[in-house]
């Protein structure tokens, strides 16, 4: 297997987790879902290690914004259509499992504001997630 296959392989069933800082300065987290392309299936590698980002955290002291992505390859249609089916995937698995509804919140940005360079195939494939951001509540 070419090292460019077996690294988007790699990438594709990866997640990512991590902390940022909001523009206020409020502590954010993130764990992001990849995706191949053209795709919004979400396996159940990956809705583990996300049942198990979310077991860690007191989630009543949080919103949580599922926000999905896109690479550039297709239209814009497709990719919009493409973003609302990754978030509603998300979504319907969180709402399985049992997270309240009314702290789910989802924000489709398809092939625009990508974080990553869609010119080159590892941007592209970051750039197919979605981020489940845990906002916290003010207090």
């Known amino acids: 297997m070419k090292w460019y296959l077996?690294?988007?392989?790699?990438?594709?069933?990866?997640?990512?987790?991590?902390?940022q800082e909001g523009g206020d300065g409020q502590p954010f987290k993130i764990v992001s879902i990849f995706f191949r392309g053209?795709?919004?299936?979400?396996?159940?590698e990956q809705k583990d290690v996300v049942r198990e980002f979310l077991s860690k955290q007191?989630?009543?002291?949080?919103?949580?914004?599922?926000?999905?992505?896109?690479?550039?390859?297709?239209?814009?249609?497709?990719?919009?259509?493409?973003?609302?089916?990754?978030?509603?995937?998300?979504?319907?698995?969180?709402?399985?499992?049992?997270?309240?509804?009314n702290q789910l919140f989802i924000k489709d940005h398809g092939l625009f504001n990508p974080d990553y360079d869609n010119d080159s195939s590892m941007g592209r494939a970051k750039n197919?997630?979605?981020?489940?951001?845990?906002?916290?509540?003010?207090?």
């Open 6 to 19: 077996f690294l988007f392989c790699l990438l594709s069933f990866s997640l990512q987790v991590r902390a």
């Open 58 to 101: 007191i989630l009543m002291n949080y919103e949580i914004h599922i926000h999905s992505h896109t690479d550039n390859v297709g239209g814009v249609e497709f990719n919009e259509w493409l973003s609302r089916m990754r978030s509603e995937a998300t979504y319907q698995f969180l709402k399985e499992d049992g997270i309240p509804t």
């Open 38 to 44: 053209g795709s919004y299936y979400v396996d159940e």
């Open 128 to 139: 197919r997630r979605v981020d489940i951001v845990l906002w916290p509540l003010p207090s």
